[in-house]
């Protein structure tokens, strides 16, 4: 029982920084933009269903971020091998919700996780900071601070 207890506080803990950091960074938009690589997006960075012309409510955007951070959670959870402290994994998670679970799956980022090498690991965030080939002031900022919560404990 404790365990499972535990358990459930480290997936709570791990929502609640997750959800503060992307919120943050994502910022709330209840009308369908075009991100900067052009593609559809609404909510807290959206981009799964969102469509030109599309609006929801504070409230649809708040369910659909939870939802859309479980997904990131269960990518995180499914490709990582090691344990991670809470801070690292809502670091992975954030990052995760940004690029998606398929390019965290052939990165160098988990190849170096789930081979022990966390430092190293955690130093990969910094280079995921171009989208379409541009480099963006918030990725910066964003992986400065995943990195930096990924890096706790070390």
């Known amino acids: 029982m404790l365990n499972k207890r535990i358990a459930g ?11 503060a950091v992307v919120a943050s960074f994502e910022g709330l938009r209840t009308t369908a933009y075009l ?4 593609i559809p997006t609404i ?4 981009t799964a269903t969102a469509k030109i012309g599309d609006s929801k409510t504070p409230a649809e955007c708040k369910e659909q971020l939870s939802k859309d951070l479980l997904i990131a959670i269960q990518d995180v ?5 090691v344990d991670m402290t809470v801070e690292r994994r809502a670091a992975l998670v954030s990052f995760v919700y940004n690029v998606g679970g398929t390019k965290f799956g052939s990165s160098t980022l988990l190849k170096k ?7 190293g690991a955690c130093a990969e965030l910094s280079k995921w900071v171009y989208a ?3 480099k963006l ?3 910066v900022t964003r992986r400065a601070e995943e990195r930096a919560l990924c890096e706790v404990g070390l």
């Open 113 to 119: 996780l789930n081979g022990g090498y966390v430092r």
């Open 35 to 38: 991100d900067p690589i052009g």
């Open 132 to 134: 379409g080939g541009v």
């Open 77 to 81: 959870e499914s490709r990582v091998k």
């Open 137 to 139: 002031k918030g990725l």
């Open 43 to 46: 909510c807290y960075g959206h």
């Open 9 to 19: 506080y480290t997936l709570a803990a791990t929502i609640s920084i997750a959800t």
